[in-house]
């Protein structure tokens, strides 16, 4: 009883160190963006409009279809790739294993314009991917892969795939090994194995990092600026010039608008299908 | 029967591992690149270099516009990091240690600038500046690049203060001892390598923000990232890759400062009882 009554002032005193960094977030963080948001139904006029010019206007639509296009290949092709990447460094022991995950931390502390800008010199015309093929017989001329689709994969894949491979690690390396040696001896074949017993093991792995990838895909603006053509435009791009260039505050409130749903979205219904898995 | 699975096992094991080994050299191989290009002798992008040079690093560092932008990133990087250190700090403990209600909003509002797409974030801050009248300015840098980056201190202290065993506190404060000294004598020094980690990587995420900058930042005052951006955009040489080097080498050292301390930090004594 002592101790509670001299606690209790000390304990309301602590939640008052919250108060700094709310005001804080409130004003540089909330107010701003929740008026950003607003201006899709007030700017120029109260109304529709700019939800009306995104579904309507040739422009706003293709770029919706780029992003989701977009992510949703980056987020396959990080799913596919870095499963067996997250395997072999979940399996490796000691050194190598250090190794290996330096090797993904690497790449995620370095700049994503310095990494993008390296897309550019290894995928330009005479670049080194261009020679290699050129060079192996594969292609007879050099192909273009920069400010086109190519360009924007290869950046996008590399900046995230440590995205889906450490989320991928983190539950694969509490897998008991156990569980798939006890289907082997009992004569499952690899694949059956591997698709009735290690794939629903590492399943929450699986869809925290396709979620993690995928969203941070959707707001992607430098890649797709640097590396990608005028097909490849993306929403984020669009807010960026419909604000700095065209200064359509609506417009850009309403992508905005769209851009989050998109991401809330995702979250709700890829933790939904996540779910049944880790209640087992 | 038997024999036919172990090879297709076998198999499976050979092409899993080639990939891997494809995917380290794809995560890798472009950092290596731009290290190496930052010593080419060439006079444009040219991989690999005919021979090396410290040319552009020279040019570098001989040309205002990227020391002026250098200047700025300092300037605004560490009382940046300060800022959300101490901020993030305060929240932490004040969402671990007491009992405010509505703990789940606060710490989702606190997380926040993680989730929303930056280029959203970047275009409100944008519009609100313009009306405050902070853009291109310092002050509005050091606003909106803690924003960004006390999420990443909240984290890390948080995950540290769950390992403080909160008897030590409770024990202090019975015997009388006031709650800054019991903050500053037991708390404190336990979740130092989280505080530390928390103001490294917000130093790291500010050095290397973007999005935000590009919107609020000005001719006269822009931070590095801005300054190669253009740089990009424009007519690219080498120089860039000699700033990407300077920029690889700050995050790396960091990462390594922060593996030291987590390594002390586990020595900690205190630590890993509770």
Redesign the interface.
């Known amino acids: 009883m002592?101790?509670s009554a001299?606690?209790r002032p000390?304990?309301?005193?602590?939640?008052?160190?919250?108060?700094?960094?709310?005001i804080?977030?409130f004003?540089?963080?909330?107010?701003?963006?929740g008026?950003?948001l607003l201006?899709s139904l007030s700017d120029p006029v109260w109304g529709l409009q700019n939800f009306r010019a995104i579904i309507e206007q040739p422009v706003y639509f293709n770029a919706l279809r780029n992003t989701v296009g977009i992510s949703g290949s980056v987020t396959l092709i990080c799913l596919l790739?870095?499963y067996?990447?997250a395997?072999?460094?979940a399996q490796a022991s000691g050194r190598m294993q250090r190794l290996?995950i330096f090797?993904?931390?690497?790449?995620f502390?370095?700049?994503?314009?310095?990494?993008?800008?390296?897309?550019?010199?290894?995928l330009?015309h005479r670049?080194?991917v261009n020679r290699a093929i050129v060079g192996l017989g594969i292609v007879d001329a050099p192909i273009t892969m920069v400010h086109n689709r190519i360009g924007v994969l290869a950046g996008m894949v590399?900046i995230l795939?440590?995205f889906m491979v450490l989320p991928l690690y983190a539950v694969m390396v509490r897998i008991n090994g156990t569980y798939t040696q006890a289907a082997a001896s009992l004569g499952a074949?690899?694949?059956k194995n591997f698709f009735r017993v290690y794939l629903p093991l590492s399943w929450p792995g699986v869809v925290n990092g396709t979620v993690l990838v995928f969203?941070m895909g959707?707001?992607y603006?430098?890649t797709p600026a640097?590396l990608g053509g005028p097909g490849d435009t993306m929403?984020?791009q669009l807010?960026?010039t419909e604000?700095?260039d065209l200064g359509r505050?609506g417009v850009?409130g309403a992508l905005?608008v769209v851009?989050?749903f998109g991401?809330a979205v995702t979250f709700a219904l890829l933790f939904r299908v996540g779910n049944p898995a880790t209640r087992k | 029967m038997m024999p036919a699975s172990v090879r297709t096992e076998f198999l499976w094991r050979g092409l899993r591992i080639t990939i891997s080994a494809l995917l380290v050299v794809f995560l890798v191989a472009p950092m290596l690149i731009v290290v190496v290009i930052s010593f080419s002798s060439a006079q444009f992008l040219m991989f690999p270099p005919p021979s090396f040079s410290l040319q552009w690093y020279r040019k570098l560092f001989g040309d205002p516009a990227w020391i002026d932008s250098l200047t700025a990133s300092i300037e605004i990087v560490v009382p940046t990091g300060i800022l959300a250190m101490v901020l993030g700090t305060a929240a932490a403990l004040g969402l671990a240690r007491s009992e405010i209600p509505g703990k789940k909003i606060i710490t989702g509002l606190l997380m926040a600038p993680i989730v929303v797409p930056v280029i959203i974030i970047a275009a409100a801050i944008f519009g609100a500046f313009r009306i405050w009248n902070l853009n291109g300015s310092l002050l509005g840098f050091i606003l909106a690049h803690t924003v960004l980056t006390v999420p990443y201190v909240v984290s890390t202290v948080l995950a540290s203060l769950q390992m403080v065993d909160e008897r030590y506190e409770n024990a202090a404060l019975t015997l009388g001892a006031p709650p800054w000294a019991v903050f500053r004598r037991i708390v404190f020094p336990l979740i130092l390598p989280g505080v530390l980690s928390g103001l490294l990587f917000a130093m790291v995420i500010s050095f290397d923000e973007l999005v935000v900058s590009l919107f609020i930042g000005s001719p006269t005052f822009r931070p590095v990232t801005v300054q190669m951006w253009s740089d990009v955009l424009g007519d690219v040489d080498p120089t860039i890759a000699a700033v990407g080097t300077l920029l690889f080498l700050f995050s790396l050292l960091v990462l390594l400062l922060e593996a030291l301390m987590r390594h002390a930090g586990m020595s900690s004594p205190l630590m890993g009882q509770s």
């Open positions: 002592f101790n001299a606690m000390a304990l309301a005193n602590r939640a008052l160190l919250v108060v700094p960094a709310l804080l977030l004003c540089v963080f909330a107010y701003p963006v008026s950003l201006r790739a870095g067996p990447l395997y072999t460094i290996l090797s993904v931390l690497i790449p502390w370095s700049s994503i314009l310095v990494r993008t800008f390296a897309w550019l010199v290894i330009q670049g080194l590399h795939l440590p074949p690899p694949l969203v959707l707001g603006f430098i640097l929403i984020a807010i960026e604000v700095s505050w850009a905005a851009l989050l991401v």
